[in-house]
């Protein structure tokens, strides 16, 4: 296929967010290999063919097969080289099997009062729901200077209690990357999450991948299995202000799936905050309790805006967030790790 058709498709494909049987079948017309889902309006890609090799594709072959993008070898060489590890590593794609829930891993909450501006150097920001790091670009409208696509490579962490709780209720950690949710309404996501239940001698654990566009909730892949300390390539990018893509790829499986979904009704993109996140997410109806996570690892933390130009967490625009429980005690925390890597904690009452 011809750079002239692929761009042709793409726009075609673009052009609006798809609903009903009608609409879905009119795209696969245009793009033959692009799967309805079991969640409507949802679609995922097929398999290349035997042999695709992703690495010395083009970019609109790439595109066309639901590889994310490429990002630029010469002036971002650290991406380049993590997307290079998770394209290798891309060996069996998942066909999704979704289960769309009522959990939501939304907006940052901050303080009353609080700013969204960037604190002080040196400073954390406080947020009842995020911690991690933030870059923001001060754009309002989507366009060229938003950003484009963010990716992070980080461990799934173990999922407990705190040492001295066993209330016989579920805590809940989801760790993401994302962009949008920093000073506006909505948030293009995709991570997992890593849920806890104890109830005397019963304990019980949860883990599974997910996507979401909030204020949509999130959405579960089951099918692309993830177990406590595996390692996790996610990338989430959009194409439109209202048209976004997720991809992951589980390291310890060569498993990777691909998700191709649309903003909520009157929801689009602005692109001014990408942000690397452990965040206690909302659970019916107010924010969870935080799971006794312990610790989480991103390394290769990058995001991009349209022009190619690259951020991370050590850039100018960056900033440290702290996660608060509901008495305004920390509880997660990031420390850097050089410029492109976090490590995550918890603290005070989310571990104790």
């Not at 790091?133 to 484009?148: E, I, Q």
């Not at 429980?325 to 509880?331: F, M, S």
Request: hydrophobic share 35%; glycine share 10%; net charge negative.
């Amino acid at each position: 296929m011809n750079q002239r058709v692929f761009s042709l498709v793409s726009a075609l494909l673009l052009a609006a967010p798809l609903t009903g049987v009608a609409q879905e079948q009119q795209l696969h017309q245009l793009k033959p290999n692009e799967l309805a889902t079991n969640v409507a309006g949802v679609t995922t890609i097929a398999a290349p063919p035997k042999g695709f090799n992703p690495l010395s594709a083009s970019d609109q072959e790439l595109e066309y097969y639901g590889f994310p993008p490429r990002p630029n070898e010469v002036d971002a060489p650290k991406a380049f080289a993590s997307w290079q590890k998770a394209m290798k590593a891309s060996q069996n794609r998942v066909t999704p099997v979704l289960e769309v829930t009522k959990n939501f891993a939304g907006p940052a909450k901050l303080k009353a009062g609080a700013s969204a501006a960037a604190p002080a150097s040196g400073n954390a920001a406080l947020s009842y729901n995020w911690s991690g790091y933030v870059n923001t670009n001060g754009v309002t409208k989507y366009g060229s200077s938003s950003f484009y696509y963010i990716i992070g490579d980080y461990v799934v962490p173990v999922a407990r209690q705190a040492y001295s709780k066993c209330d016989g209720t579920w805590d809940y950690t989801v760790t993401w990357v994302g962009i949008d949710g920093w000073g506006s309404g909505d948030v293009l996501q995709a991570g997992n999450e890593a849920d806890a239940y104890c109830s005397g001698s019963t304990k019980a654990t949860y883990y599974s991948a997910w996507y979401e566009w909030y204020p949509y909730g999130w959405t579960r892949i089951p099918s692309l299995p993830i177990a406590p300390g595996d390692d996790l390539f996610v990338e989430v990018w959009s194409t439109s202000s209202t048209a976004g893509h997720a991809y992951l790829v589980n390291y310890n499986t060569d498993q990777y799936v691909i998700i191709n979904f649309s903003a909520p009704p009157g929801t689009q993109l602005v692109g001014n905050s990408a942000e690397w996140v452990v965040e206690r997410p909302g659970v019916g109806g107010g924010l969870a309790t935080l799971s006794n996570y312990i610790s989480d690892y991103f390394s290769d933390a990058y995001a991009y805006n349209f022009s190619y130009s690259a951020v991370d967490p050590g850039s100018a625009g960056s900033f440290p967030v702290t996660m608060l429980d509901n008495n305004g005690y920390a509880i997660s925390y990031p420390t850097p790790l050089g410029v492109n890597a976090i490590w995550m904690q918890d603290e005070g009452s989310a571990r104790y």
